[in-house]
Structures are given as C-alpha cells and as structure tokens.
C-alpha cells in the first residue's frame, strides 16, 4: 500500500493559517483580471475549432483569396466566411479587399510556429 504525504497542512478545521492566506492572496493579485482571462479564452476557443486551425495553416504560408480557401476546404462560402470573421475580429488575421474578393493573411507570422510548440507540448 502506498503511503501517500498530505502536500496541504490545512488543519482538521478546514481553514488555511495565517502564512497560507497570505500566500495565496498574493497569488492570486497576480492573476490577470476577470474580463483579460475571458479574452485569452475566447481567443484559445477560436483554435479549438479544427477548421479554423486549418486556415491558419492555409495562411501560415501566403496570403489567400476567400476564394482559394474555399476550395482548399471544400466548405461552402457561408461556413469559410463565418470562420474567417472569427479569427479576424479576433486578432488573427487581417483582411484586403480586392474586386469582389478579400484577401486574407496571419496577422502575426509567428502565429503558427508558436501554435506548432503549444500543440507539441500538449501531445
């Protein structure tokens, strides 16, 4: 059987001392504020979605017509064009137009070298 150490000395009362309020308050002051954390969310929400990620990847190399993109996903035109409003009212991509057609690239280069390692290390 093995023994396992208790690593929380909270005693039998169930309240933290005195050392371990203070501790904790000042961790948790570090904490980025309510409505930035629900930013950093949302935005990580957006490359859960597997074709978003796929544009991204699209992107990660040139920029992209609406129209290529279409084809290279086999989606119809509503569904790219909903995902492409997501990822760019987020901050992911920006947008040209030209004619009829808007023109689509990473906002940041460095998006998807960084996506790369996140996903590396979550494997």
Same mark, same amino acid.
């Given at each position: &059987?093995?023994?396992? &150490?208790?690593? #929380? ?12 309020? $203070?501790? &904790?308050?000042? $961790? @948790? ?17 957006? +490359?859960?979605?597997?074709? *978003? +990620?796929?544009? +991204? /990847?699209? +992107?990660?190399?040139?920029?992209? #017509? $609406? #129209? ?24 992911? @991509?920006?947008? *040209?137009?030209?004619? $009829?057609? @808007?023109? /689509? ?6 998006? &998807? ?5 996140? @996903?590396?290390?979550?494997?």
């Amino acid at each position: &059987m093995v023994n396992f &150490m208790k690593t #929380c000395k909270i005693p039998s009362d169930g309240k933290p001392n005195k050392d371990q309020i $203070v501790k &904790m308050k000042g $961790v @948790i002051s570090s904490l980025p504020e309510d409505d930035e954390l629900e930013e950093h969310s949302n935005k990580l929400k957006a +490359l859960s979605d597997p074709t *978003r +990620l796929k544009i +991204l /990847y699209l +992107l990660s190399d040139k920029e992209l #017509c $609406v #129209c290529e993109i279409i084809f290279a996903l086999n989606k119809p035109q509503s569904s790219i064009s909903h995902h492409l409003n997501i990822l760019k009212n987020l901050g992911f @991509i920006t947008g *040209r137009k030209e004619g $009829v057609w @808007i023109h /689509y690239k990473l906002k940041d280069p460095k998006l &998807m070298g960084l996506v790369s390692e996140l @996903i590396k290390i979550i494997e």
